[in-house]
Structure formats: structure tokens, C-alpha cells
């Protein structure tokens, strides 16, 4: 074990090296910063890569080197054993962050921690031998539990072995262990010895005025950590609010602070920033104090400025007009190594760096209630490619975008007095609803909008100042929007239930759009490319002789792989197609479980492939993008080679297409997403259930009846089918992916021989 153990360091070292080569390449001129030292910001992995394994595992620890900037640093809070030992572990007790309840039984005890009565299995109560069998898991319990019991207890010396380029010890409770008879001073002191410290940081004044004059201060920094700002930092009896105040004091024993991230951009009840921010970076920066920051969490409620986008979030700090903080304490440390590498600096006017479109779904309906004219205007000034207009028909005809033909999906309409028009409608949707085409348009306009929120259940919701702003649009109105701007690259039309709209209700919604479009001048104009996109193929059929029209075929259920006389039918009526994310890399209990060839399959039959639904919920995502939606849309970029994401949030991908770490080598922290590699760390008991593999696109799938005559049948008056009775409501060059793949895959392969 030893030797593998010694095989897997050097060769890990093989691979740090690789990527550091990679990361100085893909920086280009060094951007000037506004940090104290004009260096760019660091990034700190708390534990490592602990967002995705256990906190402080050599999992966390060398994952963490392997994906971050060449000079991340590795934040161990230490803890000492009964016989002294420095060990890493998040908290003083154990059982929330291993396995110690199962191993050690009924050894839990209690004590008082800075005045707290406190219970349970304190590292202190334990020599180091004892712990050799407790292993790590999981302690945030919304993250997997996979990887739980992979790694054993590290000392501090054991993540020194990994040969970081810098360690950060955090001592969060010396005054807890002077009452057991154990000095972190003595511990720390004499581990300088050997390892070097590159950041020594405590909340406790005592501790850091007692270490400070035996340091040398030019190879270790000290940093006072300040807790929740009416927190009583015991040693002075202040709040911590009251010492942010006194940097003057500070600066005697400490050359940096670490803040929580709401000491400069607080939030108010409603979780929205409360600008403008405030100075304390400024004001520490100028008693000489560098400005780390903590609390940075990819897969936990931002702030709804942020958009659920982490990026954006780091952005805020590391490269504000008016700031840049040192650096930051991050769970995911991929994501601010990104944001620092790739994204700042990058001007909104910054010329696209890959090829793909940014597609948008509803218009911008990620931040606002979708196809309304807020998420429209909002779509375009966040950099979409093409926005989109579902055509919904209205009673007297009006086509018109929006989301669902189902009113009570996007509107507030449940609580208006339409109770009577609510039918179910089996050919249309299972579910009872108000359907589009029961209200006349100058009803619908008078309806207010309402926002999608389909991860209220994680409790989650979306951007609650505007869940019920802005106006819908008709096709017409939404045609010449998308014609005066000149950004905009074309639009994209969506038409479902065309054969019951036209032989149910009389609506004859294909002859409609076209009679649109041909107004608004889009037949002959070739500035706007014009996108029709169906699951029906005979709705396509009705555009294919529009020879300046991209006809876009959306295949509804999750494939495998397509026959070849499927993919000739489609390339009969189609010239790209819409498929899901799981049909690129379907994946197993949220876990990538391997990648299909479909797109290289419809791409080799002339056929573009976009792929939807993008959205920035962490909980939309495969635990194989860390929470980060810029991973994710890089995977399928970079990774499967698409041409198009189809998004709720056009704002994330449209930057991810201007970042500037696109080319001949991508550094380690824009790498694709391996699918398969993280669930072949999990042990055979541990793997979550084999999903079925999704079926093979047949012709059968692809053909349809040809669409009903509009005459063929009269309109029921008043609105369609007889329904169930109401009932009371409830043009760059591709990137290609680079060396960094393969030692990601070797990386993967040499954790499994441990």
C-alpha cells in the first residue's frame, strides 16, 4: 500500500506540473488587479474539493490541485488529538464529518465550547492511533454521500505530503484546548519545522499575538478570521463588527483579515444585495490588511442578483469596478479559479472565443415570468444568440408566445374567474387547465404573468420581484422586437398541438405563423435566421420550402442512438434537432454514467444538434459539474461538441462564449466533465441503481400523419372539445479538449488503486 501510496504522489505531482504548464499559457498578459498586493486573488480550497467529497479528504485535497489555478491553497482546520497530533477536520467534533458514532460508540461526551454546551466526539477525547479507524464522510447532507468512508483522518503533515503550492491552517478554538492541557501554539510552532505554513489564521486575538513575533512573517502570513458581526471575540470583548472598525489594531499582529462575503455585500430579508457595498475592503487595503473572503458555496441559494450563477457571484469580488479582494475561501474551488482564469477582465463587448449558439428558452425566463416582454428585452441585453417565441393561439385566432398552452402554468389565471373554462383535454396534457385558445387575446393580455419556478420543491424559487412582472407578446410584436435588434442573430419559432388546434378548435396555427412571419418581412430579409422547431414532423413539412428557414426537429424523448433510416427521414424535413441533455451524457442517481454518440451520429448526417434545458439551479445539474453551470455548459461545448444550448439563463452561456480560455489548451479548470470517472470512485455498494438505457430512435418514432385540413371540421363554439366538467382549482473554430483529459482520466484511475 505504501508504494502505490508513493507511486500515486509522484505521479499526481506529474500532473499538477501538466496543468500548471497549461494554466500560465491559457492566462495571457497578466490584467493589473485592484488586490493590495496587485497580484490576482488567490483561491483557497476549504478542505480541499469539499463541496463534492468529504471535507479534508485526500480525495478533496488532490482533486482540488488538480483543478484549480496553478497556486491554490489547500485550508486545513486543525484539530489536536488527545496525544497532541494535528489532524484536519471541519469542526471539533467528530460526528459530523466521519463515521466516529459507528466506530466508537457510545464515546461521545460533552463540554462547554466558548461558554456553549456542547455534545459529542471531540478530537481531543481521542489519540490519533484510536482515530486510525474512522474514516471520513459528508458532513452538508444536501451534497452526495457517496464518497463517504473513503478517505481516513489526515494529519496536517499528511496534506503537507501533497506538496501544495501553499497550506492554510485555520485554528479556530486554541482557547478550548488551553482548558484541556494542549497548546495549538506549541503544535504549530513545531510543525514549522517541517512544513511550510503559507497562512496562519485564527478569530482569536490571543492566539495570533502570541505566534506572531516566533513566525517568519515573509513565508507565513497571519490573518485574523472575524465571525458573524455580533459575535463576542472572547480575548477583547468586542464584536467582531466593532474590531472590522479598528484595523489599526489589527495590523499589530495580523497582516490580513478574513471576512465573511456579507461584510461586503450584505443581503436583506428578501436575499437581495443591499447596495451599494461597503468599504471595508477599501478600508482594510489601506491600513495594509490583504482581504479574504469566506462563506463561497456553489450549491447554496445565492443571492437572486446572481442568478443562481456562481460565477457571476466570485465576479462580484474579484473583479468589482472598485475592488478586488485577496482572495477567496471556497467549497468548489474550480469555480473561482475559473472566474479569476477566464472570466475577469472579459468586457461584455469581448469578441465571442468558441462557436455555438446561445439559444434562449421563453426569453430570459431564469430572471423574469417567461416570453413576456421583460424576458425578452432581458434575453437580448445578456448576449442570446436567438431568442425564442413558443406560439400559443388565442379564441379569436391571435397567435401569440408563451410557454405553455396551459394558462395555469405561466399565469395567475387560478385566481381570476375563468373556473369554468378548465377542461382536460387527454390529447393535449393529462392535467386539467385553462387552455390558450378558450380566452380571447384581449383576455390573455390582461392576465398577469407569473415566473417558472420548477425547483420549488428543493425550495428554491426564482427572482420574487418580478414573478409577476411584465406583458405578453404576440408573434408579431415579438417578430419585429427581434427584426430592430441588431444583436440578435434570428429567431426561433416552437409549434406544438398543431393537428388538435387545427382540426379541433379551427385554428389553423402553421398557415398563421407563416402569414406573420410573411408580413413582418422575414420571408426575403437574410440579416435574421428564422428557426422552426416542432416534435412533428408534418408541422415542419409546412416550412421546408422556405429555403432561407432553419427547420429544427425536437425529439422528445431521451435516445440512445438513432437508426440510420431515422436519421434519413429527419434529414428529409430538418436541418438540425433538438434532443435533451440526457441524450448526450445520460446519467444514473445524478451521476454522469457514460456518453452516447447521438450528436457526432446526427452531426455526420448534416444535421445540427442544439441541446436544452440549461438551467442554473445546482439542483438541475449531475453532481459531475460541482454545482456550477459553466462546467456544465462546457462540458457539452467543449465535451460533446454541440451547437447550441437552449437556456433559461442565456446570461451564463453567453459569457462562457467570451471567456478567455479558449484555445489551443485549456487550462485544468476548463475542463469537460469526464462522464463515468466520479462513479467509478464510489464502492459497488454505494452506487445508485441501474437506470434502463433509453431506447434507439426508430422510424416509427419520426413519422406522423399528415396535418388535418382546417376545413376538414367546424369549431365548436366557445371553445373546442368537449371537455371534462370543470371541478374547483388546487463562426469560431471549435475547441478541442486538450492533455489535461487524459490526466484527468489517469487521475481517476490511479484514486482507484488506493
Known amino acids: 500500500m505504501c508504494n502505490i501510496r508513493s507511486l500515486f504522489t509522484s505521479l499526481l505531482a506529474v500532473l499538477v506540473l501538466q496543468s500548471l504548464v497549461v494554466d500560465v499559457s491559457a492566462q495571457g498578459s497578466a490584467k493589473p488587479w485592484k488586490t493590495l498586493t496587485g497580484n490576482r486573488p488567490l483561491v483557497i480550497a476549504r478542505g480541499g474539493f469539499s463541496g463534492l467529497f468529504p471535507d479534508s479528504s485526500s480525495y478533496a485535497f488532490q482533486f482540488a490541485l488538480l483543478t484549480s489555478l496553478s497556486d491554490v ?65 459528508q458532513g452538508i447532507y444536501s451534497r452526495s454521500e457517496k464518497f463517504d468512508g473513503s478517505s481516513p483522518i489526515l494529519t496536517v503533515q499528511d496534506v503537507a505530503s501533497f506538496k501544495p503550492p501553499g497550506i492554510w491552517l485555520n485554528i479556530q478554538h486554541d482557547a478550548f484546548y488551553k482548558q484541556r492541557n494542549l497548546s495549538m501554539k506549541s503544535y504549530v510552532l513545531s510543525l514549522s519545522r517541517s512544513v511550510v505554513i503559507n497562512h496562519l489564521s485564527s478569530p482569536e486575538v490571543d492566539f495570533l499575538r502570541s505566534v506572531v513575533k516566533r513566525f517568519n512573517l515573509n513565508i507565513t502570513k497571519m490573518v485574523f478570521q472575524f465571525l458573524e458581526q455580533n459575535a463576542i471575540e472572547l480575548s477583547t470583548n468586542q464584536t467582531y463588527d466593532s474590531l472590522s472598525k479598528n484595523f489599526t489594531f489589527i495590523k499589530t499582529f495580523a497582516s490580513g483579515i478574513l471576512i465573511p462575503k456579507s461584510y461586503i455585500w450584505p443581503t436583506d430579508a428578501s436575499n437581495y444585495l443591499q447596495p451599494p457595498h461597503t468599504s471595508i475592503v477599501s478600508d482594510a487595503h489601506k491600513a495594509g490588511l490583504e482581504v479574504f473572503v469566506s462563506d463561497f458555496n456553489n450549491d447554496v441559494p445565492l443571492s437572486y442578483d446572481y442568478s443562481y450563477d456562481p460565477v457571476t457571484e466570485y465576479l462580484n469580488f474579484v473583479d468589482n469596478v472598485d475592488f478586488s479582494v485577496d482572495g477567496v475561501l471556497s467549497d468548489f474551488p474550480i469555480t473561482p479559479s475559473a472566474a479569476i482564469g477566464c472570466f475577469s477582465g472579459l468586457g461584455k463587448n469581448a469578441a465571442p472565443q468558441v462557436n455555438f449558439s446561445v439559444i434562449s428558452k421563453n426569453g430570459a425566463s431564469g430572471d423574469y415570468p ?102 405578453f407578446l404576440t408573434l408579431s410584436d415579438f417578430l419585429a422586437l427581434a427584426k430592430n435588434t441588431s444583436s440578435l442573430s434570428g429567431v426561433l419559432i416552437r409549434i406544438e398541438n398543431a393537428a388538435y388546434l387545427i382540426e379541433t378548435e379551427g385554428l389553423p396555427v402553421t398557415t398563421k ?195 388535418p385540413s382546417v376545413t376538414a371540421r367546424s369549431r365548436t363554439p366557445g371553445g373546442g372539445a368537449t371537455g371534462v366538467p370543470p371541478a374547483p382549482l388546487n463562426g469560431l473554430p471549435k475547441i478541442g479538449a486538450c492533455i489535461f483529459l487524459s490526466n484527468l482520466a489517469m487521475f481517476f484511475t490511479i484514486l482507484l488503486l488506493l
Not at 80 to 102: E, F, H, M, R, W
Not at 388 to 414: E, H, W
Request: hydrophobic share 40%; glycine share 6%; net charge negative.
Open 370 to 471: 417567461g416570453c413576456t416582454d421583460l424576458a425578452y428585452q432581458n434575453a437580448i441585453s445578456f448576449g442570446a444568440d436567438v431568442i425564442d417565441c413558443p406560439v400559443q393561439m388565442s379564441k379569436d385566432g391571435i397567435p401569440f408566445c408563451l410557454g405553455s398552452i396551459n394558462l395555469y402554468r405561466s399565469t395567475t389565471i387560478a385566481q381570476l374567474s375563468y373556473n369554468d373554462r378548465s377542461k382536460i383535454i387527454p390529447q393535449i396534457e393529462a392535467s386539467r387547465g385553462i387552455f390558450t385558445f378558450s380566452l380571447t387575446w384581449s383576455e390573455i393580455q390582461n392576465l398577469t404573468p407569473m415566473i417558472s419556478n420548477p425547483y420549488s420543491k428543493f425550495e428554491l424559487s426564482r427572482n420574487p420581484k418580478f414573478k409577476n412582472s411584465g406583458r
Open 73 to 137: 491553497v489547500l485550508w486545513c482546520d486543525v484539530q489536536l488529538t488527545k496525544d497532541g497530533v494535528g489532524i484536519c477536520a471541519p469542526y471539533l467534533t467528530l460526528d459530523n464529518s466521519t463515521n466516529i458514532s459507528q466506530v466508537l460508540k457510545s464515546k461521545d461526551k460533552f463540554y462547554l465550547v466558548n461558554g456553549i454546551p456542547t455534545r459529542g466526539w471531540f478530537t481531543v477525547d481521542f489519540t490519533l492511533n484510536e482515530l486510525s479507524l474512522v474514516l471520513l464522510t
Open 513 to 707: 405563423v407563416l402569414d406573420v412571419l410573411s408580413k413582418a418581412g422575414y420571408d426575403n430579409q437574410t440579416s435574421k435566421k428564422v428557426m422552426i422547431e416542432s416534435t412533428n414532423s408534418s408541422v415542419l413539412m409546412k416550412f421546408k420550402d422556405k429555403k432561407n428557414y432553419e427547420v429544427v426537429y425536437r425529439i422528445e424523448e431521451d435516445i440512445r442512438d438513432a437508426q440510420d433510416a431515422a436519421l434519413k427521414d429527419i434529414k428529409g424535413f430538418a436541418d438540425s434537432v433538438v434532443i435533451s441533455k440526457s441524450s448526450v451524457f445520460p446519467d444514473s442517481g445524478s451521476f454522469l454514467s457514460g456518453a452516447t454518440n447521438v450528436v457526432p451520429r446526427l452531426q455526420s448526417h448534416g444535421l445540427s444538434v442544439y441541446v436544452e434545458t440549461f438551467s442554473n439551479e445546482f439542483v438541475s445539474q449531475a453532481w459531475d459539474y460541482f454545482s456550477d453551470p459553466t462546467v456544465e455548459i462546457n462540458s457539452f461545448v467543449v465535451g460533446a461538441n454541440i451547437n447550441g444550448v437552449i437556456t433559461e439563463f442565456p446570461l451564463t452561456s453567453a459569457r462562457y462564449k467570451r471567456n478567455l480560455c479558449m484555445g489551443k489548451d485549456l487550462p485544468s479548470y476548463m475542463s469537460p466533465a469526464q462522464p463515468g470517472s466520479l462513479m467509478q470512485l464510489i464502492t459497488p455498494a454505494a452506487l445508485p441503481p441501474a437506470e434502463p438505457p433509453n431506447p434507439v430512435l426508430s422510424v416509427s418514432d419520426v413519422v406522423e400523419a399528415p396535418l
